[in-house]
Nanobody, 113 residues
Framework: QVQLVESGGGLVQAGGSLRLSCAVS????????WRWYRQGPGKERETVAT???????LNADSVSGRFIISRDTDKNTVDLQINSLKTEDTAVYYC???????WGQGTQVTVSS
């Protein structure tokens, strides 16, 4: 059964850090490309970071240098380390197997000033 389950969100003060995790079942994370998206209140969904099957990563310009996407093949997760959080990072964060219908339910990140 294919399942993507995000976790790790929460309420954090600006300047803090969080580590989000997307637990994947039904796929080997090393075999595919994965993407983290976010959707803030009243905003369009936007791409945050991508990791390709060869391990290359790509960040959106808006988060470059602060967000780090990685994968853990032992745990079969796709993770997102978020540093130096800003209030504008407040959003629901979703993981997705790139260009497929496989999505998680999202995890809420709220950054307070």
């Amino acid at each position: 059964q294919v399942q993507l389950v995000e976790s790790g969100g929460g309420l954090v003060q600006a300047g803090g850090s969080l580590r989000l995790s997307c637990a994947v079942s039904g796929f080997d994370v090393s075999m595919y490309a994965w993407r983290w998206y976010r959707q803030g209140p009243g905003k369009e969904r936007e791409t945050v970071a991508t990791i390709f099957s060869d391990g290359r990563t790509l960040n959106a310009d808006s988060v470059s240098g602060r967000f780090i996407i990685s994968r853990d093949t032992d745990k079969n997760t796709v993770d997102l380390q978020i540093n130096s959080l800003k209030t504008e990072d407040t959003a629901v964060y979703y993981c997705n197997r790139l260009n497929t219908r496989y999505w998680g339910q999202g995890t809420q990140v709220t950054v307070s000033s």
